[in-house]
Nanobody, 124 residues
Framework: QVQLVESGGGLVQAGGSLRLSCVAS????????MGWFRQAPGKEREFVAA???????RRADSVKDRFTISRDNAKNTVYLQMNSLKPEDTAVYYC??????????????????WGKGTLVTVSS
């Protein structure tokens, strides 16, 4: 059973930064693409960013110039660096994993495992 544990969320003012972390339990972490998603109150879960086993990345247009995804395979950890945060970035952020997926194919409906999420609140 794969476990994903997110951390790093919190309350931040608009324009500020946060770095989210997700630690994964699987031993073959370095073989797989990982993704970040978010769900704002009253909205559907949406894709934020993904990183392949080799380090290639894909980001949603809404965060492309502000968020960076990275990974440390030695620590089984994927990160989401969020800069220039906006109130509309307020959401629960989830780490997810799809054993057969690629960064191009990641969607909220297609992931095999999810973390419990970490709340990010951006005040105006």
């Amino acid at each position: 059973q794969v476990q994903l544990v997110e951390s790093g969320g919190g309350l931040v003012q608009a324009g500020g930064s946060l770095r989210l972390s997700c630690v994964a339990s699987m031993r073959t972490f370095s073989n797989y693409a990982m993704g970040w998603f978010r769900q704002a109150p009253g909205k559907e879960r949406e894709f934020v960013a993904a990183i392949s086993w080799s380090g290639s990345t894909r980001r949603a247009d809404s965060v492309k110039d502000r968020f960076t995804i990275s990974r440390d395979n030695a620590k089984n950890t994927v990160y989401l660096q969020m800069n220039s945060l906006k109130p509309e970035d307020t959401a629960v952020y989830y780490c997810a994993y799809d054993a057969g997926g690629t960064i191009a194919s990641m969607t909220p409906d297609g992931m095999d495992y999810w973390g419990k999420g970490t709340l990010v609140t951006v005040s105006s």
